[in-house]
């Protein structure tokens, strides 16, 4: 069986990041989306937001795809998922140079799981978790780039509510 990890923060999960999972669960047999704690960046959402949020996102999508947490390095979450290769989306040249070293690090680290690179539909490229939050905390629709049940999630979020 043929397992690949898509690990990143998805904070929150965007349609670049739905449009990979479609396309690498296509190409294997299981795909696992490693939501990883990742507190260096200071995400928006808890890492139970996220993982609920990822969970209900790809709920339907075809093929098996299982959502984990985890907060080890990269290549022993993976070797733990019994996967033999590692699912990262790149969009523009400015993704290329922190891709490239990462990869290369972790082929260092352990190889025998391959990185593999696919590109989000051209219309979604431009998209990043990042920008998103910005443009919600502007007040800006951000309808275009997340599913409308994220973007409430936004919005309730930088109310103030609990979810
Ligand atoms: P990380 O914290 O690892 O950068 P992200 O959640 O930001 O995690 O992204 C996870 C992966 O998805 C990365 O490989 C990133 O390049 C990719 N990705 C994010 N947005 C897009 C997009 N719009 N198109 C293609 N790949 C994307």
């Known amino acids: ?70 907060d ?10 019994g996967a033999t290769a590692i699912l990262r989306g790149l969009r523009a040249v400015a993704d290329f140079e922190y891709e490239f070293q990462m990869a290369g690090m972790n082929q260092k680290l352990n190889d025998s799981i391959e990185t593999v690179f696919l590109m989000a539909d051209v219309s979604l490229q431009p998209i990043a978790s990042k920008l998103v939050k910005e443009i919600a905390r502007f007040g800006g629709s951000i309808d275009k780039f997340v599913t409308p049940a994220v973007a409430e999630d936004v919005r309730r979020h930088l109310r103030g509510g609990s979810r």
Do not use: C, W
């Open 72 to 81: 080890s390095l990269l290549m022993d979450f993976a070797e733990s998922q």
């Open 1 to 70: 069986m043929k397992v690949a990890v898509y690990p990143g923060t998805f904070d929150p999960i965007t349609l670049g990041h739905l449009d990979i999972i479609r396309r690498g669960a296509h190409l294997v047999d299981k795909l696992v989306i490693g939501v990883t704690t990742n507190p260096a960046k200071e995400p928006m959402f808890t890492v139970d937001e996220r993982l609920a949020m990822v969970h209900r996102e790809v709920a339907g999508m075809p093929g098996q795809i299982d959502v984990v947490a985890f």
